[in-house]
Nanobody
Framework: QAHLVESGGGLVQPGGSLRLSCAAAGSIFSLNTMGWYRQVLGKKRELVATITSSGVANYTDSVKGRFTISRDNARHTVYLQMSNLRPEDTAVYFC?????????????WGRGTQVAVSS
């Protein structure tokens, strides 16, 4: 069974940068849209950015111009480069992917990685 493994979270000062990575591990027959969502305790999970298998990216307005999503299809990995981070970017960031691991196309979530922006 496929699963998603995130890395790269941490504590950073306002204006700093972080890069998140998410690798799809296991048997992968096809990997379609991948993306990043974030959630603050007590609030709904929200979309940050998505990227299709052909590289078309979509961003929520609050991160446009600061975050860049990319992917390496050969490595089954999606990245989120975050720059000019703000305290309001503090959240748990979750990787998401539509993939087929032999059981048909399903939506998968990672466990999440914490990003904290604070001075």
């Amino acid at each position: 069974q496929a699963h998603l493994v995130e890395s790269g979270g941490g504590l950073v000062q306002p204006g700093g940068s972080l890069r998140l990575s998410c690798a799809a591990a296991g048997s992968i027959f096809s990997l379609n849209t991948m993306g990043w969502y974030r959630q603050v305790l007590g609030k709904k999970r929200e979309l940050v950015a998505t990227i299709t298998s052909s590289g078309v990216a979509n961003y929520t307005d609050s991160v446009k111009g600061r975050f860049t999503i990319s992917r390496d299809n050969a490595r089954h990995t999606v990245y989120l480069q975050m720059s000019n981070l703000r305290p309001e970017d503090t959240a748990v960031y979750f990787c998401n992917a539509d993939l087929d691991d032999g059981r048909g196309a399903q939506n998968h979530w990672g466990r999440g990685t914490q990003v904290a922006v604070s001075s």
